[in-house]
């Protein structure tokens, strides 16, 4: 499928998809939003990918959402549009997906590199929510992803003064798996996408499935999913792959079955 303000990239077993807006830093309007949700679809669905990787490039993840269009929108426009709900197929995204941040990432950027499962910053990186200059307020998750992580005095800062952090500072945080050189960051994001996609695709999803389920879920519901999950696993053919090349010292083959 073509796209006009992404760039979708499949090396298989991984595939990148670029956000593609330079001349506005990458803002995330509808049709953005929209080109994002149909390629993670599209991905979702190929086999030969098994781990993806999220980018605005070597500049600039994203500075939000865009700013032009939101001007002259109504609480009934927001409503009917509903343009942060649709960020739900990257949130649910099943296979691995790494950010690879560069430059800012504000706004919904940042909601957006918060809904990855890792995210590796260049150290030029700055992430942060400045709706509240805008006399909005984070309206694509980062009230709540950002206290999950960073807990709530860490993220009151960041909500309330506006002011972005630092690469280093979110990986003390915890925000940021990785600081690499600017220069590095896609490359970094690529070559952690192959080693996971390297693994047995079922455990990984099963993984990331029971991780996400810690913050939704009490203890007791999130062991059980987990628990489950570890049974299952018993009955795929990479379980008796993973064991038996253990012990033959040799390295697994997966087949995601
Ligand atoms: N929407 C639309 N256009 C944007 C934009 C945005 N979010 N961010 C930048 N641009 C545009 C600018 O208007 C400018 O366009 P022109 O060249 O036509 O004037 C171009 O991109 C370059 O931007 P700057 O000249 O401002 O670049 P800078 O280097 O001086 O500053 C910046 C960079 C600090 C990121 C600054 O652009 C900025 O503050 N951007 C807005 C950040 C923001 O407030 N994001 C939150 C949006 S709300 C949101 O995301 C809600 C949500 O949770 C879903």
């Known amino acids: 499928m073509g796209y006009e303000h992404i760039l979708v990239e499949i090396e298989p077993p991984i595939a990148t998809v670029t956000l593609n807006r330079p001349k506005v830093l990458n803002a995330l309007s509808p049709a953005v939003i929209g080109e994002v949700a149909a390629a993670l679809g599209e991905l979702e669905a190929d086999d030969s990918v098994r781990a993806a990787v999220l980018t605005g490039g070597p500049k600039v993840f994203a500075a939000g959402a865009d700013i032009q269009d939101m001007a002259k929108q109504t609480a009934v ?13 990257l949130a649910g995204f099943k296979k691995p997906l790494i950010a690879a941040v560069n430059g800012y990432a504000l706004g919904g950027g940042c909601e957006v590199a918060l ?57 003390e945080l915890g925000i940021v798996n990785k600081v690499v050189p600017a220069e590095m960051t896609i490359e970094v994001a690529k070559r952690i996408a192959r080693e996971l996609a390297a693994k047995p695709p079922l455990a990984v999803r099963l993984a990331k499935e029971a991780v996400l389920k810690a913050f939704e879920a009490p203890l007791s519901e999130g062991l059980a999913v987990e628990r489950k999950s570890f049974y299952f696993l018993f009955a795929t053919e990479d379980q008796k792959e993973g064991m038996h090349a253990f012990l033959e010292k040799r390295k697994g083959v997966f087949k995601g079955r």
């Not at 409503?79 to 649709?86: A, E, H, I, S, Y």
């Not at 980062?142 to 002011?163: C, D, I």
Request: proline share 7%; aromatic share 4%.
């Open 77 to 89: 426009d927001q409503l009917l549009r509903d343009q942060t709900g649709r960020w739900a197929p």
């Open 115 to 171: 809904m990855c499962d890792l995210i590796v910053a260049g150290d030029t990186a700055r992430l942060g929510q400045p709706e509240v200059n805008l006399g909005i307020i984070p309206g694509a998750g980062g009230t709540q992803r950002w206290p999950r992580t960073a807990g709530k005095h860490v993220a009151m800062e960041v909500m309330l003064t506006g002011a972005p952090v630092t690469a280093q500072r979110a990986y």
